[in-house]
């Protein structure tokens, strides 16, 4: 499945993530989307590096897994990641927890 949006509505949100790729670290999803993230991390990455992304998220195991996320900003020790590939069964666990996020 790919995604092209990744500046849908997000909400606040922490767990850990870990990536590989152009850069490889761990950190702290701070917001989500249907189409990206914001982390937290101490790694050095740079915009349009690709990463493969590892996404804890509370009740949900294994991680989800982003197979494709690209850096689109990154500033002091956060960065933004869009999501453009992920298997099907991955973003179904991504919208679960951001409804779970959304319910009243």
Do not use: Y
């Given at each position: 499945?790919?995604?092209?949006?990744?500046?849908?509505?997000?909400?606040?949100?922490?767990?850990?993530?870990?990536?590989?790729?152009?850069?490889?670290?761990?950190?702290?999803?701070?917001?989500?989307?249907?189409?990206?993230?914001?982390?937290?991390?101490?790694?050095?990455v740079?915009?349009?590096?690709?990463?493969?992304?590892?996404?804890?998220?509370?009740?949900?195991?294994p991680?989800v897994?982003?197979?494709?996320?690209?850096?689109?900003?990154?500033?002091?020790?956060?960065?933004?990641?869009?999501?453009?590939?992920?298997?099907e069964?991955?973003?179904?666990?991504?919208?679960?927890?951001?409804?779970?996020?959304?319910?009243?």
């Amino acid at each position: 499945m790919k995604l092209d949006d990744s500046r849908r509505e997000r909400l606040d949100v922490q767990f850990p993530v870990s990536f590989t790729g152009d850069a490889k670290g761990t950190g702290t999803a701070r917001n989500l989307s249907i189409g990206g993230c914001k982390i937290e991390s101490d790694v050095f990455v740079d915009d349009d590096m690709l990463l493969v992304l590892r996404l804890s998220i509370p009740n949900e195991q294994p991680p989800v897994l982003i197979d494709v996320a690209a850096v689109r900003w990154a500033a002091s020790r956060f960065f933004g990641v869009q999501f453009l590939t992920l298997q099907e069964g991955e973003q179904i666990r991504i919208n679960r927890h951001l409804e779970t996020l959304s319910a009243p």
